[in-house]
């Protein structure tokens, strides 16, 4: 009988994390920014119908990035496990980190199960609470590993680049304009621009732009900023038109003047 190939568990985990990494690589930034107000998710993402921010329960959101299909299963099973939650207990008994908790554990048995492919995804869970202080934000990588991230987060795409834009820019207690202008520049800057001037202005129409707003009367914060709203809060982006051309119009004859003859 042949023997068996054998692969190290070390090298089983890195090819494994390979995989996952090279993945969520390939998607575009999400980016989360802590405002005076509560958190803001954005990211660029042109489908109107594919949401890769989401409403999970009332003060409670959900941001990925990777493959579609596997996060879109994430999503569903934390709305299930939070509904269930808020219905046989309380709803205040349902947390951003119970639910953070529960994807790790999810992410982190896929990942070290040799069944499977690990999962391609990477996750924000945000809550938001009665003071900024309060708040909470949750990053979950592929392998199930949670960092509790404080003002701003990146993942996915150029997470570096953009990651380093906030570092640069990032202040406390910024308003909503003031974090969207941040989050969609920061967005732009993600392709690996080396100067302000190859940096992206990227169209309202192709942002996907959620928050989660403590300001609201309603029991539920999360609300989606539409196109209209977007441009209203960013304002004219667009570079200035070149110039005209300086080469002056002939003169239009009046009337009590005939019209020049062309020189022949």
Avoid: C, W
């Avoid at 054998?6 to 993945?23: N, T």
């Avoid at 003060?59 to 596997?70: K, L, Q, S």
């Avoid at 639910?99 to 069944?115: D, K």
């Avoid at 192709?206 to 196109?227: H, M």
Wanted: cysteine-free.
């Amino acid at each position: 009988m042949a023997t068996p190939f054998y692969v190290s568990p070390e090298q089983l985990m890195k090819d494994r994390a390979d995989f996952a990494r090279k993945g969520i690589s390939r998607g575009r930034s999400v980016v989360a920014v802590q405002y005076a107000d509560g958190i803001l998710f954005a990211t660029e993402n042109p489908s109107a119908a594919l949401h890769k921010v989401s409403e999970i329960y009332d003060r409670i959101a959900f941001a990925a990035v990777g493959r579609y299909n596997e996060f879109e299963n994430l999503r569903i099973a934390g709305v299930r496990l939070a509904d269930m939650r808020g219905y046989s207990y309380d709803r205040r008994d349902v947390t951003g980190r119970g639910l953070a908790n529960a994807y790790a554990q999810t992410l982190g048995t896929i990942f070290s199960s040799g069944g499977e492919k690990p999962y391609e995804v990477e996750i924000f869970v945000g809550e938001i609470g009665d003071t900024a202080a309060a708040d909470q934000l949750y990053r979950l990588t592929y392998d199930g590993q949670v960092a509790d991230e404080h003002g701003y987060a990146v993942m996915g795409g150029a997470a570096d680049v953009v990651g380093g834009y906030l570092a640069e820019r990032f202040a406390e207690g910024l308003s909503l304009g003031e974090a969207l202008s941040l989050a969609v520049a920061a967005l732009g800057h993600s392709e690996g621009a080396n100067t302000e001037s190859e940096d992206r202005v990227i169209p309202a129409k192709d942002l996907e732009v959620a928050v989660l707003d403590r300001t609201r009367s309603q029991p539920r914060k999360f609300v989606r900023l539409r196109p209209a709203r977007l441009q209203e809060l960013l304002g004219s982006r667009e570079p200035a038109p070149e110039p005209a051309d300086p080469t002056p119009a002939e003169p239009t004859p009046t009337a009590d003047e005939p019209p020049i003859a062309p020189p022949q």
